[in-house]
Every structure is written in C-alpha cells, then in structure tokens.
C-alpha cells in the first residue's frame, strides 16, 4: 500500500511514522508546501520520503497521487475539495480529519457521487475527533431502539508553566469563533458560542468538569446514520475555560478595531500572538524543563435509548494516553497530535476493507470493520470503556 500525506506538520508527521512501521506500507509520501517547517516534524524512516508540495496546485498533487493507493489531507479542512478532486482524478482512495462545517454542513459529502463513479473510496473525518467519537457513536447505538439523545463531549486539560499549543490554532480559532450547533429532531439549529453550560462526569479525576457548545463537526454526520431525536457536542477542560474567556474578552472578533492610528482585527492579533505548535525537538526540551507537568486529551459518547422496553443509558469513555504517557511512547508529540495521528494512521489502514465505493464518515462503516478498527484502537493503548445504566 502506497500512501501520500499532504501535510508535515505534527499530526501527519504522526500519521506517516506510525503508518511507516506497518508492514502493509510499501512507501509514504509525505507533502508540504514549507520544506523547512516539515523537516523538522518528519521522523527519519527508510520508507518515507519528503517532497515540496503545494497543496493549490492541483495538477501537481494528481501527479504525485498517480500510483498511489491513498491520498491523506493532512492539512487544513479547506483543502478537502480540491483534493477529492484530485483523488477522483487519479482515481485513488481518499481520507481526511476535519470538515469546513460552514452552516452546519458537511461539505465533503457532495462529492458521494463522483466517488461511487470513479470505484474509489473516501473516508471522512476519520481521526480522533472526529473519528473515534463517530465510530464509538454508532456503537453504542447498534444495541439501543429509539435513542433519545447522543451526546458527544470533549476534555482538553493541560498544566504548564508556560503557554503551549497542541493543535492547528487556525482550526481552533475557527471553532471557537464559529457558532455552534445542536440537531433537533430532523434538523440543525445555531446556538450561541459557549452556551449550553452544564456539568459532565467524564473519568477521575475530571468529573464534574464544567462543558460548553463548541463548533465541532463530529456530530455532522451522525444523524444521517443514527436516527435520533437529539445530538450535541460540548467541550470542557482549562484549554476550554481559557479559550472562552479570551472569547468574553472579544478577542475572537474579526471586525477592526482602533488602535491609536492603527486599525486591528483582535482575531488577526490572538492568531499572531498564538504560539505555534511545537515541533518534536522543541516539545522535547519543554518536556525535560519540567514546566509542562501533564495534559489529557478525552472524549465521552453518551446515548439514551430503549433496549427490551426499557430505557438505557450507554456510555463509553475514550482515554488517550496523556501526555506523560506519550513521553515514553512517542517523545516529541503532543497529547493531542498523538492521538490524531495514531486515530488516522488506523483508519487509513482499514480503507481497503471498505467495500463499496463512495464517501464514508466511520460511522458509516459496516460492522466489521468498525470491530477490527475497535480492537486495533485498544491494541494501541487507547482505552475504550463501555458502561451501561437503567
């Protein structure tokens, strides 16, 4: 199997390391338009090799995707339809992390058509969130009738000393800025951003943790394949309690303001001040400063529904390894890169056991599958824990 990456930076530097070590894996090409940012995320291995590549030019990118068996945008969600494209092309299989969600919509599902046309597959916002969660959704929902709600929530806690940035802070503005949603009954319908407070068990010692909307397009897809009358997705942890104070603050408002004779859109000036995300030199150094003491990354599926006239609360926790953790397993990543990488470099392996042509978020994918991608998830320390109540 032959894949091409476009995109180096920490999570498809991930992906193609890990997808590297598989004996499935023939070769990984890996792209980015940024040679000197990309060389400093990218493992050495012997199957992997590096080319300067511009994810906008399309002529170049089906060039580089001829012969190959998978194409993974790595990269940013507003390349996901120039690149199906691409993938319809030269006729090779597709995958993904994230969607646009503009307007509640899942944009990477008009091309269902095209895909099924050229005999390939695309697989959409298949990582760690979204991914998993989608996958763990449809689980939980094989053994219930008439689901009530399906609640996705999301932990992202850090403690450091010092500022530090685990993921694409493009992506992260954009979801905090972005309204959210919720589905209700047969449709989407806009909130207000960081609305929706509640309070949410997820495992020790982060129950109780207090949870808000946020724009993330996990549950885009699930009630396409899960009939249900309600679905949400909140977020909380200290990332997210510091995000929603900046967002009070204004600071995501992208209007310009007056600065002395200056004009200044506060979103353009958080974007500039962010730090950027470490690469795994440099998150290797904090690590060993011992200013970054731990961080976790975890998401909770929750679903109500009737099973033998009864109604049933199922929920599964999904823990990825923290931070201490990934320092022995994968120095030099992140608590949430690690997990994105490893959640797409498992989904990418299961593309070719899809049957049938088309666009498939994993929520979609037969039973089968979704059990092999399941064990190989818990194979790779990811624990998955499934409890049920009356």
Known sequence: MKVLIIGAGA??????????GKPEIEQVLICDIDA????????????????????KDSKAVVEAAKGMDLLVNASLPSFNESLMKCSIEAKVNYQDFASNWDDGKVEQLKYQNDFKAAGIRALINASASPGLTNLVAKELSSKLKRIEYIKVRLLEDVSSDVPFTAWSKAIFFDEVFHKPWTWEFDKFVE??????????????????????????????????????????????????EFARTLFKLGLFKKRPVKIGEALVAPYEFLLKLWPD????????????????????????????????KKKVIRKADILFPNQE?????????????????????????????????GVFPPEALDADIRAQLLEEFRKNNIAINVTEKE
């Not at 999570?11 to 590297?20: D, Q, R, V, Y």
């Not at 990934?326 to 990418?348: E, Q, R």
């Not at 299961?350 to 049957?355: H, T, V």
């Open 11 to 20: 999570t498809g530097s991930i992906a193609a390391k890990l997808l590297s």
């Open 191 to 240: 909130k207000n951003n960081f609305s929706g407070e509640e309070y949410f068990d997820f495992p020790e010692p982060f129950d109780n943790t207090r949870c808000y909307l946020l724009s993330q397009e996990d549950m885009g897809t699930i009630p396409q394949h899960i009939k249900t009358k309600y679905v949400d997705l909140k977020a909380g942890g200290s990332e997210i």
């Open 36 to 55: 000197n940012k990309a060389k400093k995320f990218i493992n050495p291995d012997p199957k992997t090799v590096f080319r300067v590549l511009d994810a």
């Open 277 to 308: 995300i470490l690469h795994p030199e440099a998150m290797k150094k904090l690590v060993a400063s011992g200013k970054l003491h731990n961080a976790h990354f975890w998401c909770s599926v929750e679903e109500k529904g009737i099973r033998d």
């Open 325 to 357: 953790e990934i320092n022995k397993l994968y120095p030099g990543a992140n608590y949430v890169s690690y997990a994105a990488g490893l959640c797409a470099a498992i989904f990418a392996l299961a593309i070719p056991k899809m049957k049938e042509p």
